[in-house]
């Protein structure tokens, strides 16, 4: 098996090529995300980085302090060094470059999906989210897809959505392989009207909370205007994420739903 064929071993690969500074900070260099991501060429590696920092300005965060140009010394042959461009990049330049990517490509897939959620957990920080109980994990990834759905929502209503329940299920549907809400609620056995996220573990909770992200993301860059548009785009959305899964890992795709 190949070091990237699973969920663990991307998350590995990643955490690898991780540096920290001397405040403790950590980040990436593009270089060594360039060969992880599977881009053999540096100039259209650039393309990606420089579409990624151009969605950080869009966002009115400032680029410099998520991608900062460096420069080093490389040799060429017989002793000769030159300057080689690099970047060094915090997590969310990294989760912005993932977003940009090549969707062709597995490995962007599961680079979205591991930045995304580790980008949200630097809300809290790493050592404190790992020594977290179950249940306070899964509280703390509620709150943020309560948050997340309610951004999701209003970004819905200005693409053309007015039957809601119709656009959160085109998303339930390509994640969890054609199930609605209600589909999902009886096979958890759960009573009419309780919420099927309130009875979530924290994983499927983080699963839905990148279907829910990306969802919005997609219908702000693609503009889309239309009820049917967006139905589309949150079920495409929502395959794209059980993909993912399901490459990372059958026994966690059993797990969110029937296969």
């Known amino acids: ?47 990606v980085i420089n579409k990624a920092k151009e969605s950080c300005k869009n966002s009115d965060i400032t680029v410099f302090d998520h991608f900062v140009d460096v420069d080093k010394m490389v040799q060429i042959g ?33 680079a979205q999906t591991y930045f995304a959620i580790q980008t949200r957990k630097q809300e809290i920080s790493e050592k404190e989210y790992s020594s977290l109980t179950e249940d306070e ?53 759960l009573r009419y009207r309780e919420d099927i996220l309130d009875n979530m573990g924290s994983e499927e909770l983080a699963a839905n909370l990148f279907r829910i992200t990306q969802t919005e993301s997609r219908l702000k860059r693609d503009k889309v205007d239309t009820e049917k548009k967006a139905c589309d785009t949150h079920n495409k959305i929502g395959k794209i994420v059980r993909k993912a899964i399901k490459q990372a890992g059958r026994n966690y795709a059993r797990r969110l739903a029937n296969t």
């Open 1 to 47: 098996m190949n070091e990237l064929d699973n969920k663990e071993n991307y998350n590995k690969t990643f955490e690898d090529i991780k540096h920290i500074d001397e405040n403790g900070i950590e980040f990436w260099y593009a270089r060594e995300l360039q060969l992880v991501l599977n881009y053999k060429e540096w100039r259209k590696f650039e393309n």
């Open 78 to 110: 017989s002793g000769a060094e030159r300057k080689q461009k690099d970047y060094k990049l915090t997590r969310y330049a990294c989760y912005l470059i993932a977003q940009n990517g090549d969707t062709r490509k597995k490995v962007i897939a599961l």
């Open 137 to 189: 994990k899964r509280f703390y990834q509620r709150n943020l897809t309560k948050k997340g759905n309610y951004s999701l929502n209003q970004t819905a209503k200005n693409a053309g959505v007015k039957n809601f329940d119709k656009f959160h299920n085109a998303g339930y549907k390509g994640l969890y392989n054609g199930e609605t809400a209600d589909d999902i609620a009886k096979r958890k056995g």
